[in-house]
């Protein structure tokens, strides 16, 4: 059973102080492992698709990146609104479903 | 654009009341998907289609039905209300192509159901 889990649960940052969020995944085949932000009240927003391990995408603060078993979620000097929940999903190559973690809530305080 | 668009964003039912989500997407895209998101779970796929007059259960379909007669329309409806109900629902969308990779979601705003 495809499975993906998050952590942590949540994390508390100072503004300036960079930390990492892990997704582990177990899937039979991987077609992309998705990251999305999610603010409250909100639906979730597209952040990057990884499809292979070794592979590493980058946007502003954020840098992911992929191995056989994980993806991190790097932020680098976040800012208050970097604050939100970030979700993990995978999407295998056979079916049409994606599998979402249950997400990290990051607060970063100013 | 709009994108994907869902109404009503809050509603309360009582049990055993019915009611239909709306959704709508003004992007051509094929594929459509109805999620629920319950606290400190991930989102679980409810219903999803593959285009017009198609459609296909996900994980936790019970309890509610779809259908796809347009290529821009996604209703969810949900039959005899049940506490077990309350959540919130996400619509998303996505284009999927022969040779597409994986797909990218496009969610709407959520819609915010209570059922007492």
């Known amino acids: 059973e495809d499975q993906v889990t998050q952590s942590p649960e949540a994390l508390r940052l100072q503004e300036g102080e960079s930390s990492s969020l892990n997704c582990s995944y177990t899937?039979?085949?991987?077609?992309?492992l998705f990251w999305y932000r999610q603010d409250p009240g909100k639906g979730p927003e597209f952040l990057f698709t990884?499809?292979?391990a070794g592979e590493e995408k980058e946007k502003e603060r954020l840098k992911a990146t992929l191995t056989k078993k994980e993806s991190f979620l790097h932020i680098t000097a976040p800012k208050p609104e970097d604050s939100a929940t970030y979700l993990c999903?995978?999407?295998?190559?056979?079916?049409?479903?994606?599998?979402f973690g249950p997400g990290t809530r990051l607060s970063v305080l100013p | 654009n709009a994108g994907v668009t869902q109404t009503p964003k809050f509603r309360i039912l009582k049990i055993g009341q019915s009611m239909t989500l709306q959704c709508t997407q003004d992007?051509?895209?094929?594929?459509m998907y109805w999620y629920r998101q319950d606290p400190g779970m991930g989102l679980k796929l409810i219903y999803y289609?593959?285009?017009?007059?198609?459609?296909d259960k996900g994980e936790v379909p019970n309890g509610y039905n779809v259908s796809r007669s347009t290529t821009e329309d996604f209703p969810l409806r949900l039959e005899l209300a049940a506490p077990s109900q309350t959540s919130v629902y996400f619509c998303?969308?996505?284009?999927?192509?022969?040779?597409?990779?994986?797909?990218?979601?496009?969610f709407g705003a959520g819609s915010r159901l209570t059922v007492l």
């Open positions: 998303a969308s996505s284009y999927t192509g022969q040779y597409s990779g994986a797909n990218v979601l496009t």
């Open positions: 899937v039979s085949g991987l077609r992309g």
């Open positions: 990884l499809y292979s």
């Open positions: 999903a995978v999407q295998a190559t056979y079916g049409q479903n994606f599998v």
């Open positions: 992007m051509n895209h094929n594929y």
């Open positions: 289609s593959v285009g017009a007059g198609i459609t």
